[in-house]
């Protein structure tokens, strides 16, 4: 409804201007503050004061006068009317608009938009597998999975894929390591019971070698570890054997961590693919043809001062094994041709890797504007126990670990004061401690735009009465209370309210039908129809976020349908209301805030729980 009601706006303020004989280009389009009783507003008079020689109070008097023209001429669904407040223009909705938004948010599909019949590919997270998932780049999978899910909710046709780094040094290192000592050469016992936490130590035993074996010894190791990457170069399957047993073991913990999120994949795309199928060679002797190739330090490089960038691009050593990017050169060229669009989600140190990528690209003739990436900046610890461990670092799953451990010691201490007659037992008290746990760290995590630097905080992220994961939550375990209530109790429910709950597990998921019994007009108070507007606006949040790839804007507006729930919830008796249509009414609002909510924070990858 508001994304029809702001085109509606859009086109009676264009033909306004071109009767006024006006420039239509900036429309000045904009949400009003919040105390007004208005559903969009127009700042185009502050830039059309001055082409017009008067004040903007006495320009919008004028554009009103002519869109009031414009709606008086064409019919139209949710626009009613315009009026001013000073230099600004405000529109006001039909009743239509609320009504028919109660019918929407019935659908427990509620924020879907209609299937684009585009393609994207969301790379995301394609850590290295060289161990566990370590917190400070545990922003990437929280970031791309909300990412994708949001793009997923626009329309599009979304895959979600992990790029395997299976062919640098790194995994010849790792590869070479673990086929080189035993257990009883390794220091420490494994940190957890999995196993990327066993095989991390033979990397950490390697690499530890490297650095303080004798040179002979270190020599004789690195013949060996480039023996691997030649024979990965070479095309040798004996190689690409080796290297997998070590690759796949790894990331099959880095997948177990990785799903406690939870963050799934589609495919995991390895690199050694592009090396496989020839696609890798065809792009280096491609670059060496190009008037920017030059063959420097022993190496072929690429100059990218026309696209702005300084600093050359090494494609090809000197013993003609590839590096990273040029791997990845052919990897995106095959999402390209397979893909309408690629999206990857990268740390701000691959800022400068994603600009030559994207340069080189270019150079190779491909579409680059079918590629966008979204830069996130990293997640720091305050001190405290988890930022003063000894070792390599905290791991993402410490601090799942310690986030389930916390809400459950919450959940414990809210048990005394809950409304809700329905006894929690000790299995329902880990459920909430999980759903709200995970939920607290992904939230905090997204809620913030990616290029701004957080630190995680577990008081800010597990208060349930901030703006916080629990606060909104809590709103849709509300939600669910008043609808079992209202569905076992012995009054006629509206079907919209009883179908509201059934099949509803912990996910928020349910059913819905038309609220054709239900009459918005009902909602008279201002805490009713303001929450109702706010239901109203989610599709255009989705489309939002989706067009800037910015899940933070769905994470605002959880807050704000929360603070309007809230608002409702406290002044707006729903079952005990003065009238069976009053009730139904309100009933119904509960039941499309319970979907917008639930679904909202499922683009976030947050569960919606139905107590707590």
């Known amino acids: 409804m508001f994304r029809q009601f702001r085109s509606e706006v859009e086109a009676a303020l264009s033909v306004a201007l071109s009767d006024l004989d006006l420039p239509t280009d900036d429309l000045g389009i904009e949400e009003p503050p919040a105390d007004t009783d208005a559903t969009l507003a127009s700042s185009a008079s502050f830039r059309l004061a001055g082409e017009l020689g008067e004040a903007p109070p006495q320009v919008a008097a004028r554009l009103a006068e002519a869109v009031s023209d414009a709606i008086d001429a064409e019919a139209y669904d949710y626009l009613a009317a315009v009026d001013t407040a000073g230099p600004y223009l405000n529109f006001r909705t039909t009743d239509a608009y609320l009504d028919d938004t109660l019918v929407a948010g019935a659908d427990a599909d509620y924020g879907a938009l209609a299937d684009r019949d585009t393609s994207v590919v969301v790379e995301h997270t394609s850590a290295n597998p060289t161990g566990p998932v370590h917190v400070g780049r545990a922003r990437n999978p929280i970031v791309g999975d909300a990412v994708a899910n949001v793009l997923d909710m626009a329309g599009y046709d979304v895959e979600r894929h992990y790029y395997v780094n299976d062919a640098g040094r790194q995994m010849a290192v790792f590869t070479w390591a673990y086929e080189t000592f035993d257990e009883s050469d390794l220091e420490e016992p494994p940190a957890r019971d999995r196993i990327e936490y066993d095989l991390v130590r033979y990397y950490r035993k390697g690499n530890s070698y490297l650095e303080e074996a004798d040179p002979e010894a270190v020599e004789a190791a690195e013949d060996e570890i480039r023996s691997i990457l030649q024979g990965l170069e070479n095309g040798d399957e004996e190689t690409y054997e080796r290297v997998g047993t070590v690759v796949d073991q790894v990331l099959s913990g880095m997948r177990e961590c990785l799903a406690r999120l939870p963050a799934d994949f589609d495919e995991f795309v390895k690199e050694t693919r592009f090396m496989r199928n020839g696609s890798t060679d065809e792009i280096a002797a491609r670059l060496k043809e190009s008037d920017q190739a030059v063959y420097e330090e022993d190496a072929w490089q690429l100059e990218l001062d026309d696209w702005g960038i300084d600093k050359n691009l090494v494609f090809l050593r000197s013993d003609d094994t590839s590096l990273y990017t040029t791997r990845d050169l052919a990897h995106h060229e095959w999402k390209f041709a397979n893909y309408d669009r690629a999206v990857t989600v990268l740390g701000e140190d691959h800022k400068l890797q994603a600009d030559q990528l994207n340069a080189t690209l270019d150079l190779l003739g491909n579409d680059v504007d079918q590629l966008e990436n979204v830069i996130y900046s990293y997640v720091n610890l305050p001190e405290g126990k988890m930022s003063t461990r000894r070792g390599t670092g905290v791991m993402l799953d410490d601090l799942l670990d310690e986030a389930i451990d916390r809400a459950r010691e919450e959940v414990e201490t809210r048990l005394d004061d809950r409304i809700r007659d329905d006894d929690l037992d000790e299995a329902d008290v880990e459920r909430i401690a999980h759903q709200v746990g995970i939920g607290a760290v992904r939230y905090d995590v997204v809620s913030k735009q990616p290029a701004k630097a957080i630190t995680f905080e577990w008081d800010r992220a597990l208060d349930f009465e901030a703006q916080s994961a629990p606060y909104v939550q809590y709103v849709h375990a509300r939600c669910c209370g008043i609808l079992e209530e209202a569905a076992s109790a012995d009054v006629p429910v509206p079907d919209v309210a009883i ?59 959880t807050r704000e349908i929360a603070d309007a729930y809230n608002v409702f919830y406290r002044e707006c008796p729903v079952l005990s209301a003065e009238s069976p249509e009053l009730r139904d009414a309100r009933l119904a609002l509960v039941a499309a805030s319970k979907h917008a909510v639930a679904n909202a924070l499922g683009i976030l990858g947050v569960e919606a729980p139905d107590s707590m």
Request: a negative charge; glycine letters at 10%; aromatic letters at 4%.
């Open 499 to 557: 179908n509201a709950t059934a099949g509803d597990g912990g996910n928020g998921a349910a059913g819905g039908s038309a609220a054709a019994n239900v009459d918005a007009d009902a909602l008279e108070t201002e805490e009713a129809r303001a929450l109702l507007r706010e239901i109203a606006r989610f599709p255009a949040v989705i489309e939002e976020a989706a067009e800037e790839l910015k899940p933070h804007i769905v994470a605002t507006y």
